[in-house]
Structure formats: C-alpha cells, structure tokens
C-alpha cells in the first residue's frame, strides 16, 4: 500500500516561491489501477516524482507498505525505486541500443550476467507482444511500439509499483487503447500497482479503478471513477467530466431527473442502446451530454441522459441500463 500524507512541494522561482503541491493525501491500495488527473499545471508530473523522490517533497510523507520513503538512507533508497518504475510520454528509449539491449538495460546496473539479462528480456519482449524487434533499433518502431519496449524495460527489475506519467498522451486513440489494454493485463497477471498520470478523463474512464483530481496542488475529488464522474462536486472534477459547461449541461428539465452513464467497454449494437430503451420500455430519454467513441466493438466514455420523473421511468432506465455489461449508471441527485 502507498500512503501519502500531507505532502507539499515548493521551488524558489526568479518569480517567487510557486506551490506545487500543497497538502496531498491519498491512498493506493496493492494492485490497484490508480488516476490521478488534472489539467496541465495542476501539480500531477511534481507529485509522481515526489512518490518515488526523484523530488524531495517540502513537507509530508510517502509510506510504501509502512516504511517512510523519504527517510531512507540513499542506498536504501535505490533498492526501493527497483520495485518503483516509470514510463512517460516521450518512452526515454537510449536510441543507439537495439530494443533487446534497451531492456537489458536496467539488469546491467543491477549487475545480471549478459546470458541472464537477455534471457529475461526477451521473455519481457514476449509479454508486451514484440519479441520480433529484438534487434530492431527505437527509431524504427512506431510510437506504441516504442511504448511496449519502455513497458518492457520498466517491468525488467520485477517492479511492484508501475508509474504512468502521461504515457498515452502522445498517441492515437486506437493505439491508446491497446496500451491500456496492455497495462491491464499486466496489473491483473503480475499484481503490480499502477499509477496512471493523465489530464485525459477517457484514460482514467477506461482502466482505472479510482481516481484523485488534482487542481492547483490541491487535492479536490477522490474516490472510485464511477462515483467521482457520475456526480462531480469540484470545479476542477466539472471542467474535465463536462468541458462545455456543467451548469448549463445540469440545468436542464426541472421534471427531468439526470442520470449519467460510463461506457467501459460496452459491446456496440446495430441499434443504439438509448433508442433501444425508448422502443422497448417506452422511457424517451433527452440526451443532455455525451462524449463517446468507439474502438473496435466496444464503446468508451460518457454519456447523460435526462429521464422523465413520472411513470417509475427513471427506476425502469437504471435497471435496464444496469443489465448492461460495462456501463456505470448512476443518478445525479444534487444539481452539482
């Protein structure tokens, strides 16, 4: 478990002193897929760096499975970021080296013989589905690809806590896609923790089990992402969830109750699960929002709907949208 508690983060600027981070607490449980997003500034790159103190924070604790982080020594230190690994937006592949010798990279400094490193690197190559580009140098692969090797490389030293900094932001929504689903499969079959930094809602929407918001240095919203998205209550949490104007998008029908819905995954059909629900259980309902795509045959994103308050129509529509496989429905109760 990791356990932040009251961190902040300063740097003395020629502007001043700026306030990076002011305040942090959270929680992330073994195993969990763990969002922490905010627009650009916000203060998400300073505090995953902070996490594995590549930063030293101002004030404030990082307790990884109950040991203070920041108070270890500096080689106890090292030992502990082996089990903490990172991947960003710009992969950071050493581009003289072929991607085998990149992934063998990190078992060199910890001392594997050669044999060893690259038999463990080309099983890593397995795992992110490239052991084809072994001998392949970075520049020849495209950006996904490049990802996969720097996935592979970060889970060389058997790492327990796997960092995302922003590492889809520089790809297409398709390959997006099937990096997270990579990143999936491999918290569920290795049980690593996975911290996902991002600024974008479809990613944490996607794969992510919870969720902090991050606004300033502060943070404003935190919990499970169907909750947190369902009903945000910060500014901060309706700028990402409703881009175009939560108040306006709330508004609405007064005899309207507004129910959003999070497709995660959800299997298209030939007809549309909302016209569906209209023809077969008679439930009209207005579409106040939506922001969806599709990937393939599944759907990701979100959507709110406002349904009629009268004849048990909103109870019918969040059991027939509950029937639905990966979609999160929840009632907007408070007019946020």
């Not at 937006?89 to 063998?104: A, E, I, P, S, W």
């Not at 909302?274 to 045959?297: C, F, K, P, V, W």
């Given at each position: 478990?990791?356990?932040?508690?009251?961190?902040?983060?300063?740097?003395?600027?020629?502007?001043?002193?700026?306030?990076?981070?002011?305040?942090?607490?959270?929680?992330?449980?073994?195993?969990?897929?763990?969002?922490?997003?905010?627009?650009?500034?916000?203060?998400?790159?300073?505090?995953?760096?902070?996490?594995?103190?590549?930063?030293?924070?101002?004030?404030?604790?990082?307790?990884?499975?109950?040991?203070?982080?920041?108070?270890?020594?500096?080689?106890?230190?090292?030992?502990?970021?082996?089990?903490?690994?990172?991947?960003?937006?710009?992969?950071?592949?050493?581009?003289?080296?072929?991607?085998?010798?990149?992934?063998?990279?990190?078992?060199?400094?910890?001392?594997?013989?050669?044999?060893?490193?690259?038999?463990?690197?080309?099983e890593l190559l397995e795992t992110v589905g490239l052991p084809d580009k072994a001998n392949s140098y970075p520049a020849q692969l495209s950006g996904g690809q490049q990802q996969r090797i720097a996935i592979a490389r970060a889970l060389a030293t058997n790492p327990n806590v796997l960092l995302c900094d922003e590492a889809t932001s520089a790809l297409d929504p398709k390959t997006t896609h099937s990096i997270l689903e990579l990143i999936r499969s491999i918290n569920q079959k290795l049980g690593i923790t996975v911290i996902i930094i991002t600024h974008q809602m479809s990613v944490v929407e996607e794969i992510c089990n919870h969720v902090a918001i991050l606004d300033k240095g502060k943070v404003v919203e935190q919990g499970e992402v169907g909750s947190i998205f369902s009903c945000p209550k910060s500014e901060a949490a309706k700028r990402l969830v409703f881009p175009d104007g939560a108040d306006d998008v709330l508004a609405g029908n007064p005899d309207e109750c507004p129910i959003r819905i999070?497709?995660?995954?959800?299997?298209?059909?030939?007809?549309?699960?909302?016209?569906?629900?209209?023809?077969?259980?008679?439930?009209?309902?207005?579409?106040?929002?939506?922001?969806?795509?599709?990937?393939?045959?599944?759907?990701?994103g979100n959507m709110l709907l406002g349904i009629p308050e009268k004849d048990d129509q909103v109870q019918r529509a969040v059991k027939y949208l509950n029937g639905i496989n990966n979609l999160i429905v929840e009632e907007v109760k408070e007019n946020v």
């Open positions: 478990m990791i356990e932040i508690k009251n961190l902040s983060k300063s740097f003395n600027t020629s502007d001043g002193k700026v306030e990076a981070l002011r305040d942090v607490s959270l929680t992330i449980p073994d195993g969990d897929i763990f969002g922490i997003i905010g627009m650009s500034g916000a203060g998400k790159s300073t505090l995953v760096r902070c996490i594995n103190m590549l930063e030293r924070p101002t004030s404030g604790t990082v307790a990884i499975d109950g040991r203070n982080i920041g108070s270890l020594p500096e080689a106890e230190l090292r030992k502990v970021r082996r089990n903490i690994t990172m991947i960003f937006q710009g992969f950071n592949l050493l581009m003289q080296r072929t991607c085998l010798k990149n992934v063998c990279f990190p078992l060199e400094l910890a001392g594997i013989k050669k044999a060893d490193a690259e038999k463990k690197a080309m999070v497709f995660n995954g959800a299997h298209t059909t030939k007809t549309p699960i909302i016209a569906q629900m209209a023809i077969e259980h008679n439930i009209a309902a207005n579409i106040l929002y939506a922001s969806t795509r599709s990937i393939g045959d599944k759907v990701y």
